[in-house]
């Protein structure tokens, strides 16, 4: 649990570090370029330290240990991040949209410096080896809340493909005299704002899944059962419900064992369900067994 901490904790602080450092570059770069598509996406990015602030702080709540206000952990402490970063993927993806939308209704085009071009692209690189660092990381300790801040990189690359697209159009209509080139950035900006609006969407849906505390399916389930009946003194499992609490999982199992055996044997019984459950599965986060009578 350490090790999946420290690993979110460095991605968190390194996504804060580069997207402060790009909004930064893409702010200063256009406004000397004079590329309002630069500045509208180092405003994007500027979005991303937000979001990877509220992963740190999601990601450092969830490593608290249980208390008597939160029995079963601060698990959920990721999808409240998750959750945060949905909605700011839909705004951003929300402004993105009336931004271009706008653009195309006013007509509206700019003069800007090949030198921006260079910017984006450095950009785009960058937001490309973030996105593919959190989201397998994220996989590997299943932290939602490092996938989601992950779609944010993504998203941002995506922006700066659009503040590509619309650059380089800009400065070839200006020197080949084709104006309605122009406008193709409005355009793709609109569809890239759906995406993203999409992306912020589906985040948000599978957080408050999660929230909800979703109970697993009997095809996610057989290994537990599996796993118990292996159990020496088990002689059937009544019922097993494995429900998820962030990136953990919480099991609830009734167990049955021989009826003439003692209190403290079903009570070893149970602690040996509990410990080869949690020792054979790294998600599994904490087991309440019950103990019935096998007839």
């Keep these: 649990m350490d090790q999946r901490y420290s690993k979110a904790q460095f991605a968190?602080?390194?996504?804060?570090?580069?997207?402060l450092l790009l909004a930064i570059i893409k702010g200063v770069a256009g406004v000397l370029t004079n590329s309002k598509a630069l500045i509208a996406d180092a405003f994007?990015?500027?979005?991303?330290?937000?979001?990877?602030?509220?992963?740190l702080i999601g990601i450092r709540a969830a490593r608290k240990p249980?208390?008597?206000?939160?029995?079963?952990?601060?698990?959920?402490?990721?999808?409240?991040?998750?959750?945060?970063?949905?909605?700011?993927?839909?705004?951003?993806?929300?402004?993105?949209?009336?931004?271009?939308?706008?653009?195309?209704?006013?007509?509206?085009?700019?003069?800007?410096?090949?030198?921006?071009?260079?910017?984006?692209i450095f950009s785009i690189i960058a937001k490309e080896a973030l996105f593919q660092y959190k989201y397998r990381l994220g996989n590997k300790i299943n932290s939602p809340a490092i996938i989601a801040d992950a779609w944010h990189h993504?998203?941002?690359?995506?922006?700066?493909?659009?503040?590509?697209a619309g650059i380089g159009l800009s400065i070839l209509g200006r020197e080949y005299q084709i104006t309605f080139l122009?406008?193709?950035?409005?355009?793709?900006?609109?569809?890239?704002?759906?995406?993203?609006?999409?992306?912020?969407?589906?985040?948000?849906k599978d957080a408050v899944n999660v929230t909800l505390e979703t109970v697993l399916d009997d095809d996610d389930t057989?290994?537990?059962?599996?796993?118990?009946?292996k159990v020496d003194g088990v002689k059937r499992v009544d019922?097993?419900?494995?429900?998820?609490?962030?990136?953990?999982?919480?099991?609830?199992?009734?167990?049955?064992?021989?009826?003439?055996?003692?209190?403290?044997?079903?009570?070893?019984?149970a602690a040996r369900v509990k410990e080869r459950l949690m020792d054979d599965h790294e998600e599994v986060q904490d087991v309440y067994v019950h103990v019935n009578p096998y007839h």
């Design 66 to 120: 249980p208390d008597p206000e939160h029995p079963y952990g601060h698990g959920k402490a990721e999808n409240i991040a998750t959750l945060i970063v949905s909605i700011l993927l839909i705004i951003v993806g929300f402004e993105i949209l009336l931004d271009s939308v706008q653009s195309i209704w006013d007509r509206t085009t700019q003069q800007t410096s090949i030198y921006a071009l260079y910017v984006v």
């Design 154 to 164: 993504r998203s941002d690359a995506l922006s700066s493909v659009i503040a590509l």
């Design 12 to 19: 968190s602080i390194l996504g804060i570090i580069a997207n």
């Design 182 to 204: 122009q406008y193709f950035d409005p355009v793709a900006g609109t569809l890239i704002a759906v995406l993203v609006m999409w992306m912020g969407f589906k985040l948000g």
């Design 239 to 269: 019922t097993l419900n494995a429900r998820t609490h962030g990136s953990y999982v919480i099991i609830d199992v009734k167990i049955s064992v021989a009826p003439e055996i003692t209190v403290d044997d079903g009570h070893a019984i």
């Design 222 to 229: 057989e290994h537990f059962f599996e796993c118990v009946l």
């Design 44 to 55: 994007h990015s500027a979005s991303d330290v937000v979001s990877s602030f509220a992963v």
